[in-house]
């Protein structure tokens, strides 16, 4: 139900929100009621376990052309914060969710999820079965998907959704890249770190930053000579969405950047576009994973981290095991899936998984100091000064 407040009486009145139509590429359809903006939106559905964070979650560059499924029951409940966010705007493509709450409890709020989602003209659909769907989503795998509020003729939908391609393939960064470079922390910093924007999420940038460097974002065009004119002190390589396989120019960006013996620390898409300038394949996971609660295995020092995670590739084990210049230094607890790899001779290491979490647990936080050190301990042996 959407709430809205009679000045005069001081009390909320109720309104029944429209209805809307969720339809998955393999013919499933889901009725439920509008939520945000009214109209059709399209995109790959995959869902997110996190119980909280959503407003970080929806504003993740990494989610660009994904409609989200929420399995917590309630999203919106504590408002919307404009500080409290992963990009400039609102990154999905659309949201299902059980219940869209118009009310919110949290005084430092700034509006309510509505308020948001209509201004950035974000169409969603609630009172569906998300338990349903997920299982629906775990069992057939992701597949594309259609929400629409203003045209209920499924058989007009079927089409419209026929033309949307997969996401297999498909080339997104450039839609979330930023275009221009830019700097932050302090010029006078001890580490100069250029980040290679693929769709980087804000917190990557205030982690280095709190660690006393200075960072300067590059749009992922940018080419290996200008970075490296830079004279950065380590190589930032971003999250980001789509499929790393197709990013050919990408790829070869980071070959050129590894030989520059340069450390560089790659995060989910980084870390794919790692695996495959050193000849790994990717591949497209039957659901991916997403959540803010997933275990994985720090094989270097035995111990254990709950993670924050955003992916749907991951990079291909067999490879790993065949190539002699990289070695596996995270494991996924749940399915074995690779979440780190480390080069055995150079200053270069990955993870799949988001140490900066935002949201989610801060236990892979440590990542972001084994980078600084490894920038530091570089410039001694080069007899930088500092």
Not at 123 to 132: M, Q, S
Not at 274 to 302: D, Q
Request: aromatic share 6%; with cysteine; net charge neutral.
């Amino acid at each position: 139900m959407e709430s809205t407040k009679d000045k005069s009486t001081s009390k909320l009145k109720y309104q029944p929100l429209p209805p809307a139509i969720l339809l998955l590429e393999d013919g499933t359809v889901f009725h439920g009621k509008a939520a945000g903006a009214i109209g059709t939106t399209t995109g790959e559905i995959c869902f997110n376990t996190g119980m909280t964070g959503y407003q970080e979650i929806f504003t993740d560059p990494s989610y660009y052309g994904q409609i989200l499924t929420a399995t917590n029951v309630h999203i919106g409940n504590y408002g919307i914060k404009n500080e409290e966010v992963e990009s400039a705007s609102i990154k999905i493509a659309g949201l299902v969710c059980k219940k869209f709450s118009d009310v919110y409890s949290r005084l430092q709020a700034d509006k309510s999820i509505k308020e948001y989602f209509i201004e950035q003209h974000i169409v969603g659909i609630c009172e569906v079965d998300t338990r349903a769907i997920v299982r629906h989503i775990r069992s057939k795998g992701a597949m594309n998907a259609i929400i629409s509020s203003d045209n209920l003729d499924i058989e007009s939908l079927k089409k419209q959704l026929a033309k949307v391609p997969s996401m297999e393939g498909l080339e997104l960064s450039s839609k979330v890249s930023t275009k221009e470079a830019y700097t932050s922390g302090d010029a006078s910093a001890s580490c100069k770190v250029a980040l290679l924007d693929f769709g980087v999420k804000t917190n990557i940038v205030r982690c280095l930053v709190n660690r006393g460097c200075f960072v300067k974002v590059f749009p992922m065009n940018t080419s290996p000579a200008e970075i490296l004119a830079w004279n950065p002190d380590g190589i930032m390589l971003s999250n980001g969405p789509g499929d790393p396989s197709v990013m050919k120019n990408e790829i070869e960006t980071v070959k050129a950047l590894v030989e520059s013996n340069t450390p560089v620390f790659g995060i989910c898409l980084g870390h794919q576009l790692l695996a495959l300038a050193f000849g790994l394949k990717t591949y497209k996971m039957h659901n991916g994973h997403r959540g803010i609660n997933h275990p994985v295995k720090n094989l270097i020092t035995g111990k254990c981290e709950v993670t924050s995670q955003n992916h749907g590739f991951g990079v291909k084990a067999d490879d790993v095991q065949k190539n002699k210049e990289l070695e596996v230094t995270h494991i996924n607890l749940n399915d074995q899936t690779i979440e780190g790899l480390r080069h055995v001779t150079k200053n270069v290491f990955s993870v799949q998984y988001h140490p900066e979490a935002s949201p989610g647990p801060e236990d892979s936080r440590y990542l972001f100091d084994n980078f600084v050190e490894m920038m530091m301990r570089t410039r001694k042996e080069k007899k930088v000064p500092a």
